[in-house]
C-alpha cells in the first residue's frame, strides 16, 4: 500500500530530511508532502526533489506527520492549529530537539484524537541528513515505531529508548556531552595558544591520543582553526539544548555540576557571541576568556 508522509519545517534539518523522503516516495510509489511557514521554501523543495508543497490543512492526509521546528514551543503551535483536524491512526514522529515534559503533554493531547507520537530527535547535522545516515533517537510506544520505521528515510541508526519523552532526554544529553567536549578542548587550546605552542600541532597530536573528541578532530579544526565559523546549527539551538539537558538533571534529582555549568557557559556565548552564530563560534568566548585567540 502507497504510503504518504508529510514534513513540516524545511530548515537546516528538515530541508534534506524532507528531501531524503521525496526520494523514498519516489522509489516506493508513495507521495512526500512539505509544509514550511515561509510558503516560499515549500516550492523550492517541490522543485528540486519532486515533493509536494502543502498548505498546513493538507498535511492530514498523511500516514505519518514529521516536524522538526525549533523548539517544543513551535510544535505546540502547529498542533494548535491542526487541532481537531488530524485523523485517527495518524502518527505524529516529531524530530525536533524537544523537551521530555512537553512530549509527554502533546502525546496526551494526540491520543485523545487516536494520533499517536513518537519524540525522534536526529543526531548527525545537515551533512548526516543529506547522507541519510541519522541517528534518531526515538521514544514513545515501540510498537508504533515498528509501525513507521520503514519510513524514517534519513536515518541510518534508530533506537527505541524508552517511553514518551525519552527521546528528547537522550538528545538534550548527547549534545551537552558534545558541548563539553567542545568547551573543555577550547579551554585547553587557549592556554596553549597562551604559551605559544602552535594549535594546528597539538591538535594533530592530541587527534592521535587519548584527549580527542568530536570537537578536537572535526569542529575545531574545520570551524574555529579556520575562523570560518560557518553556520550549520545556531548557538541558540545548542544553548536551548542544555538547557533542557539541565531540566533533566534537576527533574531526575540527579547532581551533575558539570551538565549544569556548561548550560550556563552556553547561555553565556548565546548572549555574548550571538545566539544565531553557528555553535562553534562559543569559543569566542573562551577566547575573551583568555585574552587569546585559537587559531
Ligand atoms: P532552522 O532555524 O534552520 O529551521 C527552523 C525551521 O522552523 C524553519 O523551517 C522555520 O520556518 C521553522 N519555524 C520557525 N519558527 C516557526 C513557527 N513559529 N512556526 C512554524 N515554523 C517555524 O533550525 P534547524 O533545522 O537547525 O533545527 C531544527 C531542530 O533540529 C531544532 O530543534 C534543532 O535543535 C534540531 N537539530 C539541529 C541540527 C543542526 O545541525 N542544525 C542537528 C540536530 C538537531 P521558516 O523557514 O519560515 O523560518
Known amino acids: 500500500m502507497s504510503r504518504t508522509t508529510a514534513f513540516l519545517g524545511l530548515g537546516a534539518m528538515g530541508w534534506p530530511m524532507a528531501a531524503q523522503l521525496a526520494r523514498h516516495a ?9 509544509w514550511n511557514r515561509t510558503r516560499e521554501k515549500a516550492d523550492a523543495h517541490a522543485r528540486e526533489f519532486g515533493s509536494e508543497a502543502a498548505e498546513l490543512p493538507e498535511v492530514t492526509g498523511a500516514n505519518v506527520i514529521f516536524s522538526c521546528l525549533p523548539t517544543s514551543a513551535e510544535v505546540d503551535e502547529v498542533l494548535t492549529a491542526l487541532a481537531g483536524q488530524l485523523r485517527p491512526g495518524t502518527v505524529w514522529v516529531d524530530c525536533t530537539s524537544g523537551r521530555p515534559d512537553a512530549a509527554r503533554r502533546q502525546a496526551a493531547g494526540l491520543a485523545a484524537s487516536g494520533v499517536a507520537f513518537l ?9 548526516g541528513a543529506q547522507a541519510g545516515t541519522l541517528a534518531v533517537m526515538v521514544g514513545g510506544d515501540a510498537a508504533v515505531l515498528e509501525r513507521v520505521r520503514g519510513d524514517l528515510a534519513f536515518a541510518g541508526k534508530v533506537v527505541h529508548v524508552g517511553e514518551t519523552g525519552s527521546g528528547f532526554a537522550v538528545k538534550a544529553i548527547n549534545n551537552t556531552l558534545m558541548a563539553v567536549n ?4 577550547g579551554e585547553g587550546l587557549a592556554a596553549l595558544a597562551r604559551t605559544g605552542v602552535d594549535l594546528h600541532a597539538a591538535l594533530e597530536v592530541i587527534n592521535a591520543g587519548s584527549g580527542r573528541s568530536y570537537p578536537t578532530e572535526t569542529l575545531i579544526p574545520q570551524r574555529v582553526l579556520t575562523r570560518e565559523f560557518p553556520l550549520t546549527f545556531q548557538l541558540g539551538l545548542l544553548a536551548k539544548d542544555a538547557g533542557i539537558a539541565a531540566e533533566v538533571v ?3 534529582g540527579a547532581s551533575a555540576p558539570v551538565l549544569m555549568q556548561v548550560a550556563a557557559l552556553y547561555r553565556a556565548a548565546a548572549h555574548t557571541v550571538g545566539a544565531e552564530a553557528d555553535y562553534s563560534a562559543a569559543l569566542k568566548l573562551v577566547e575573551q576568556l583568555n585574552g587569546t585567540e585559537i587559531k
Open 26 to 34: 519516489g522509489e516506493t510509489g508513495g507521495r512526500a508532502l512539505v
Open 119 to 127: 519524540d525522534a530527535p536526529v543526531s548527525g547535522g545537515p551533512g
Open 182 to 185: 567542545m568547551w573543555a578542548a
Open 250 to 252: 534537576q527533574g531526575a
